[in-house]
């Protein structure tokens, strides 16, 4: 039997991440996987949805061409060749991965694992089984759609996020059921490319960690875009026929539409993983971890969705890094105060730390700096102003806690906010780096210095309102 120092069990982001920094530190490293490499977020989520966002991005840029005194014919959408454009984006990212297994001599088995005692893995795939000995073992096999039995999901008219992506032909109407971020992305792109959009949140607000004001935003350009939002309401029946859905709303409202998506959530997927069998402690299909990812079982560690944590690539990427250290002698902690997450709407949403409200809701003092995109010369001269920095420091000492960006390219500006919390820096030290002009990250630079009371290019910090754009 085939013994390695690491059998790793699911290969997205957080098993092929872990896999290859096994390797990267000498370990003999093996990775079982049952379909393509990289997961649900390669295959399945961020990347191929991402591939449809900017495609949909794309289409509004051409859109307010004229504004640029760009004269160009209505854009028409093609949707099957945005499909294969998105099937090629990730194709070539999977054989990226494939190529970095091999080159660290990493073992890909394909089939089902599952744990079947101390140090053992039974792989399964179609009638073969197989077995492999390890010393550690590392569960990372991410989350699966939640599907409620009373949504019922067919995978034809009622999809989740996995079926979603595999149509082939765009819907004229789209019910998504669910207001956080899968359910806003989807309802920006496919509004976007001209669907009509009905969005229905069971809680009084969408994206509900979100800072209120940056949502607000999002809610405006949902608005414009033709998606009516149902806030406070449910479903409470759905029927299905052969190309339309009925649906009905708590609030006593009916509708037809040709697909609904069902957006409520992701569990983890740990059935069949042998867990019980193996003594592995669970919490409602999560897998129970420790600050160091490793469970009650010595020499078993899991990361990423499958622990029940905060689902997102780059936190089970990070786990991973972890675990393997833990694995091979470490003692090494994860430590998650610092997190960035996005959300990829018109305009994005990014945010790092604690928004004002989380703040104030723990009893923290704070001081708050804000700087409209509408006086950056950058994003006036992108035709994207629309948005705000707004950067949250603790009145004690300074230190920022969190900063939340809403307005186009917020998804990259959020990384420097994250690189000042994680060095601990404050509003002041921050104000103090010297940022390029004309970039957007001037607008980080302004909502620190607007934290002191020295924004530049704001009037006043008493509501007289933002001065003209940098010149």
């Not at 899991?302 to 990070?318: C, E, M, N, P, Y």
């Not at 500006?413 to 990250?441: D, F, R, W």
Request: one cysteine or more.
């Amino acid at each position: 039997m085939i013994e390695f120092d690491i059998a790793v069990i699911g290969g997205g982001p957080g098993g092929y991440a872990a896999a290859i920094r096994g390797a990267q530190r000498g370990a003999k490293v093996c990775l079982v996987e049952s379909a393509a490499v990289g997961g649900t977020c390669l295959n399945r989520g961020c990347i191929p949805t991402k591939a449809l966002y900017s495609s949909a991005h794309l289409l509004q840029q051409l859109r307010g061409a004229a504004e640029h005194g760009l004269v160009l014919a209505v854009p028409q959408v093609d949707f099957a060749r945005m499909l294969a454009r998105k099937d090629a984006v990730v194709t070539k990212l999977v054989g990226g991965i494939e190529q970095l297994l091999k080159g660290w001599g990493i073992e890909v088995f394909r089939g089902q694992g599952m744990l079947e005692g101390p140090g053992r893995v039974r792989i399964r795939r179609d009638d073969v089984v197989g077995h492999i000995r390890a010393k550690t073992i590392i569960l990372a096999t991410g989350s699966v759609p939640v599907r409620p039995d009373s949504l019922a999901v067919d995978g034809k008219n009622v999809l989740t996020s996995d079926e979603i992506l595999v149509m082939k032909e765009l819907p004229e109407s789209l019910l998504i059921i669910g207001g956080g971020y899968i359910g806003c992305e989807f309802a920006a792109i496919f509004s976007a490319l001209g669907s009509q959009v009905t969005l229905v949140e069971q809680l009084p607000q969408l994206l509900t960690h979100s800072d209120r004001q940056a949502v607000r935003e999002v809610e405006k350009s949902l608005a414009e875009l033709g998606v009516k939002v149902h806030l406070g309401t449910s479903v409470a029946t759905l029927e299905a026929a052969d190309s339309a859905v009925t649906v009905s709303l708590s609030g006593g409202q009916s509708l037809q539409v040709n697909k609904v998506l069902v957006a409520v959530g992701r569990g983890p997927n740990s059935v069949g993983l042998g867990l019980e069998q193996a003594g592995v402690i669970t919490d409602k299909g999560a897998v129970v971890v420790d600050a160091g990812m490793r469970t009650n079982v010595p020499g078993i560690f899991a990361i990423g969705d499958v622990t029940g944590g905060v689902q997102l690539a780059h936190v089970a990427s990070h786990q991973a890094k972890v675990a393997v250290a833990n694995a091979l002698g470490g003692n090494e902690q994860i430590d998650l105060r610092v997190l960035p997450s996005v959300v990829f709407t018109f305009p994005e949403l990014a945010q790092v730390g604690q928004t004002e409200e989380q703040c104030k809701a723990a009893g923290l003092e704070v001081e708050v700096g804000r700087f409209s995109l509408q006086a950056s010369s950058k994003a006036l001269c992108d035709g994207e102003a629309r948005g705000q920095v707004k950067l949250v420091a603790s009145k004690q000492d300074g230190r920022i806690l969190g900063v939340t960006v809403v307005g186009a390219g917020a998804s990259s500006l959020i990384a420097e906010a994250a690189v000042a919390m994680q060095q601990g820096m404050s509003a002041k030290a921050l104000a103090e780096v010297i940022h390029a002009h004309p970039t957007l990250p001037e607008a980080l630079l302004e909502a620190a210095e607007d934290v002191l009371g020295l924004a530049v290019h704001k009037m006043s910090r008493k509501g007289r309102g933002d001065a003209p754009a940098l010149q």
